[in-house]
């Protein structure tokens, strides 16, 4: 009789719930730095069909690598279940992530089971926009109102090579389409520029989604987890960035939505819309970062660039009530020092930290 062969997941002991510092119901719920908590991010599969070489290198997250069991990660009822204490301590944003989130079976099940749970919560989703053409109907008609897209690159031979899956960009410009015209306008798209790689396309993006409605926000090459190779010296500056654009384009700043918002905002003088920096190594903005992550397998993250989550899924598969998970999560928030980008050097060490395909971008 052969002998059932059971998968190893990945070892990963999360921290302890520290104790509370104050009682929540003493009053707003701050950080060690007087930050709130209002974005969360949820990281629903830690599975891409993409290996872009700045997120999931395919010699690290090749045929060896072994991601999650089933059984490791948060079901559809518990992600509603955190994301409903989240906002009972205040949160007004809720990003569904991953990995690639429409991987995950059935994700518009659980857009429709959070936009039910949570109707005046913010709902958004990132995707790599590959399955977008097939699901952006399903998702409209869940409840979901927002999408950002991922595109590095208008070139075709530029853009397969950084997701390294062949991918053409035809399809995810068709996918941004669709997206719109089932009413998830206006897109956000996201490029994250690496100098030497794709900072040549910086103006030709500027030029096709100026006019378009969509937004592209343009993001600094970051050195989230230890696996993509990261130098300094890649990091195009977002302001090299507006200033290319600026000799092209002329444009000008505008006021945030939102204190904590990520993306700087700009707008072209001549009406021709807007577009976003995300500036998390040349401009820290950690001092105003109100942004939570919940992996996929439950645990809760306070930086981007942390080492260790806190461990929520055991509270909640011991039988946490709400009034538990909201403390234990109160507890984590009230003793977070996270700064990362503003004392970051070019020297860092990154063995650690966590992989963003597992935190959740
Ligand atoms: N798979 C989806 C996607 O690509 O849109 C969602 C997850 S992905 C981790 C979220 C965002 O993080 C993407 O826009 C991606 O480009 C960005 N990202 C990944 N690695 C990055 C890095 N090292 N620096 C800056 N942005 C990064
Ligand atoms: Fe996948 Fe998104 Fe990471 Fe690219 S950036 S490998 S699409 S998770
Ligand atoms: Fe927030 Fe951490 Fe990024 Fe600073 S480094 S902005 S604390 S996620």
Known sequence: MSVPVIPVAPLRRGLEIPPLLRDPASGPLADMRGRGLRDLRISVTDRCNFRCTYCMPRDVFDANHEFLPHAQILSFEEIVRVARVFHG???AKIRLTGGEPLLRRNIEGLVAMLSQALPDIDLTLTTNGSALKQKARALFEAGLRRITVSLDSLDDATFRAMNDAD????????AIDVAAAEGLAPVK??????RGTNDDQVIAMARHFRGSGHIVRFIEFMDVGATNGWRMDD???????VRRINAEFPCEPVNPNHFGEVAKRWRFKDGGGEFGIISSVSQAFCSSCNRARLSTDGSLYTCLFATEGYDLKSILRKGASDEDLSRAVAAVWQRREDRYS????????RSRKVEMSFIGG
């Open 89 to 91: 301590l205040g949160i």
């Open 167 to 174: 991918f053409p960009v035809a399809r995810v410009l068709e």
């Open 189 to 194: 798209v996201n490029m994250v520029v690496k």
């Open 235 to 241: 990091v195009v500056p977002s302001a090299e960035v």
């Open 342 to 349: 503003e004392i970051r050097t070019a020297d860092t060490p």
